[in-house]
C-alpha cells in the first residue's frame, strides 16, 4: 500500500487544537487523518506488509516490513511506567499531557515556553519511515510524523557557546509508578551535541501510523534519533537547554561504564555485557525471525558519519 506523504502534511496533521484533542480521546475520525488512522491504526488491523513512503528527506524510504502497530505500541521501554516491557502500554494512560509546554531555555537568543499548540504549527509534518534499534538486541521500523528539530532549534537562535542541547522530560510521581525505582535518576534527561539536533534526521515527532503518538510511545512529544541507540530517542519532552557542556544523560549517571554520550548504533563497539553486532527485528514475524546484522549508525551511515570524522568512536561510544 503507498502511502502519500503530501496527504498528512498538505491537510496539516494536527492543524486544530478541537481536532488534536478529539483524537487524544481516542475518538476521532476528522479530515488530516493520515489513511493508517482510517484504514488500519484505529480499526486495529495490523499495519500493511510493506512501507514505500516516498519523502523528501535521503535515507527516510525504505522497502523493509513495517513493525505492526500493536508491537510498536505494546512492547515499549518507557521506565517511568515501569520497567517490564507491557508496563507502558498498560500504565501510560494515566499520565495527563493537556495542557502541555516545553520550555526553551539556557544558551538561546530567544528562551520561552512553548505551547504544544505552537509547536504544533510550527512546521509542516511530514511521515519519515524510521528504523530504530534499542540497546538490548531489538529493533523496529516505524513510520513516524513530526518534523526536524532544527526546525524549532532555529526558531530560537542558539548563541555561538551553545555546543549542546539537553532534554528533560517528564516526572510526574503521581502518574508515573516507575519513578519509585532507583534504577535511574529522574528525570529521565538525555542530551545530543548540537550538529548532531540540527542533522535533519533528527526528528520531533507528534504521531506515529498516521495518528498521535500515543501515551506509551512519548506523547505528545518525543525525539527520534535513528542513528543512535533508542533510549537516546528521549519521550514525552517538556524541557529542551542548550548548555556549552557536553551533559550527563540519565542513563551515563547510572551506568557510565556501559551508556556514552553519543551510543551510536555500532556493531563493532559491543555493549558492556552484550555484543550489539545484531539484532531481531520486530515485523511480526514472532519470536523466529532470524537475527539480522546491526548496520553501522543503524543503517544511516551516508547522512551521519561525517559528524563523526576524526571521533575514536571506541572510546566515544
Ligand atoms: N522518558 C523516557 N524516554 C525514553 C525511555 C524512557 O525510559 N523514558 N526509554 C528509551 C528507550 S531505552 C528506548 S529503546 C526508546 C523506546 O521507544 P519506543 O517505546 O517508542 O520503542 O525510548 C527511549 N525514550
Ligand atoms: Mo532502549
Known sequence: MTINSSEITSQSFY???RQYLKWLAGGAAGAGLGVWAQREALAGVPAPALAHVPSALPGTRT??????YEDATGYNNFYEFGLDKADPARYAQELPID??????EGLVRKPGRWALEDLLKLSPMEERIY???CVEGWSMVIPWIGYSLA???RRVEPMGSAKFVEFVTVADAQ?????KSRVLQWPYTEGLRLDEAMHPLTLLSFGMYGRVLPKQSGAPLRLVVPWKYGFKSAKSIVKIRFVEQMPQSAWMKSAPQEYGFYSNVNP?????RWSQATERRLDGGGIFAPKRKTLMFNGYADQVAQLYSGLDLQRNF
Do not use: C
Request: no cysteine.
Open 63 to 68: 522497502m523493509e516490513k513495517l513493525t505492526p
Open 131 to 133: 528504523r530504530l534499534r
Open 151 to 153: 526546525e524549532l532549534i
Open 268 to 272: 563493532e563497539v559491543p555493549h558492556r
Open 99 to 104: 495542557p502541555w509546554s516545553v520550555e526553551v
Open 15 to 17: 492543524a486544530e487544537r
Open 175 to 179: 502518574h508515573m509508578r516507575g519513578l
